[in-house]
């Protein structure tokens, strides 16, 4: 089952804050973040474990509510290079054949 | 390091053809997965090989198919390409273990498939 993401679209200003949600309907083990810029592969954010842990680095972090099965990405202080679409990854179980499934994406545009 | 490496990079085909695309991971990496991605529908899982073993599988037709050899490289294999096939094909290596994907993911810079 595909995670939904949402928004699907955002647009700010540099310095805004944004935040991107991840659910999913099962329970999950691991939720994934990749940000992927125009005409380029996906690049690892973060990994968050079960467990209800908030990681980050930067000015952008992440949290992971697994009572919930959601997760959130925060952005703060946005800057330029924040631009691009992120994508969350949901992994199921601990088990060595679970697949990570990824959610369609949000598109995020950071103007001057 | 190197990172990891598609060929080829731009491919066009006809329908009803075949099409292999190679993959190599980063050195030392065991595990390859495959992803379709097409817009407004992300980034969607194929397989993942795991040790030359498939340890699993997408949503797709048999028409899909993979493999890993004994260096780790994968292929990917489409048989009777239809136009929807049309899209960008990524792959991924990470050190994953036994336990599963809890691993960051490296991803190649993918072969834009092209279906006339």
């Known amino acids: 089952q595909q995670p939904v993401q949402s928004p699907q679209a955002v647009i700010l200003r540099e310095g805004e804050d944004a935040v991107i949600n991840c659910s999913s309907s099962?329970?999950?083990?691991?939720v994934h973040w990749y940000r992927q810029k125009h005409g380029e592969a996906p690049v690892f954010l973060m990994i968050?474990?079960?467990?209800?842990e908030q990681k980050g680095h930067d000015k952008i972090s992440a949290s992971f509510n697994e009572k919930k099965q959601q997760s959130s990405l925060y952005l703060t202080a946005s800057q330029l290079s924040y631009s691009g679409t992120y994508f969350c990854?949901?992994?199921?179980?601990?088990?060595?054949?679970?697949?990570?499934?990824f959610g369609t994406g949000t598109r995020l545009t950071i103007i001057p | 390091k190197a990172g990891v490496t598609q060929t080829p990079r731009y491919l066009i085909k006809t329908r009803g053809q075949q099409v292999t695309l190679s993959c190599s991971p980063i050195?030392?990496?065991?595990?390859v997965s495959w992803y379709q991605q097409t817009p407004g529908q992300g980034l969607q899982f194929l397989f993942e090989?795991?040790?030359?073993?498939?340890?699993n599988k997408g949503n797709f037709p048999g028409r899909f198919s993979g493999r890993q050899f004994s260096n780790s490289r994968s292929e990917m294999n489409v048989s009777t390409l239809e136009l929807g096939d049309s899209a960008l094909y990524l792959c991924?290596?990470?050190?994953?273990?036994?336990?599963?994907?809890?691993?960051?993911?490296?991803f190649g810079p993918g072969t834009r498939l092209t279906v006339l």
């Open positions: 990854g949901t992994v199921r179980s601990n088990f060595g054949n679970e697949k990570l499934t």
């Open positions: 090989y795991f040790s030359e073993t498939q340890r």
């Open positions: 050195s030392g990496h065991r595990s």
């Open positions: 991924a290596s990470s050190l994953a273990l036994a336990g599963g994907l809890h691993n960051e993911q490296f």
């Open positions: 099962k329970a999950l083990y691991s």
């Open positions: 968050l474990l079960k467990g209800g």
